[in-house]
């Protein structure tokens, strides 16, 4: 089994390179399915999901647009507990589909405390599609519509997942020795 170095950590692989693009084509058949006949406004958090929304933004057949917004609540490999908002948007949101998209799900404090902001801004809907959930780790519910992947309370890197920052080069996904 494939092994890789990050900082001070050995991480081995949890899925491959062809299995991830295998559930990003089914997650992206869907969503031409569930938005034909719409324009959806593919919302991306960065810096993450940057991987998993180019795999699947590349896959989408209705007319749709991308924008990216930079939230945190990481530092190192664990939760900081506080949520922080980088870089805004300039989307005027009201009457907008939104897909938020994201690169994991684990506590959900992240999109809980974000999810009001947007709905403030009154847009026709908002689905949220991430490329991992961690339901172990759930302690604030948060609706999810599409998901990649549910994985145990591990920590991962690859795919656009960083420790400290790097790591998010591999196109398949590492988990934690």
């Not at 026709?124 to 780790?137: G, V």
Request: proline share 3%; net charge negative; aromatic share 10%.
């Amino acid at each position: 089994m494939a092994t890789i170095r990050v900082h001070d950590r050995v991480f081995t692989e949890y899925l491959s390179a062809a299995v991830i693009q295998e559930r990003v084509t089914a997650l992206a058949t869907q969503i031409n399915e569930d938005y034909a006949g719409k324009k959806p406004l593919f919302l991306a958090i960065l810096n993450g999901s940057f991987m998993f929304a180019a795999d699947l933004f590349k896959q989408i057949r209705v007319e749709a647009e991308i924008s990216f917004i930079k939230i945190a609540s990481y530092q190192g490999m664990r939760s900081t507990g506080q949520v922080v908002t980088s870089i805004g948007m300039e989307q005027d949101l009201h009457e907008r589909e939104l897909i938020i998209v994201e690169d994991i799900v684990d506590t959900g404090k992240t999109l809980h405390h974000f999810l009001p902001s947007l709905q403030q801004q009154q847009p026709a809907s908002i689905r949220i599609a991430t490329f991992l959930h961690k339901p172990e780790a759930t302690t604030f519910e948060v609706p999810l519509d599409y998901v990649g992947f549910s994985i145990p309370n591990k920590f991962v890197v690859g795919y656009g997942l960083d420790y400290d920052g790097m790591g998010r080069n591999y196109g398949a996904l590492y988990q934690l020795v």
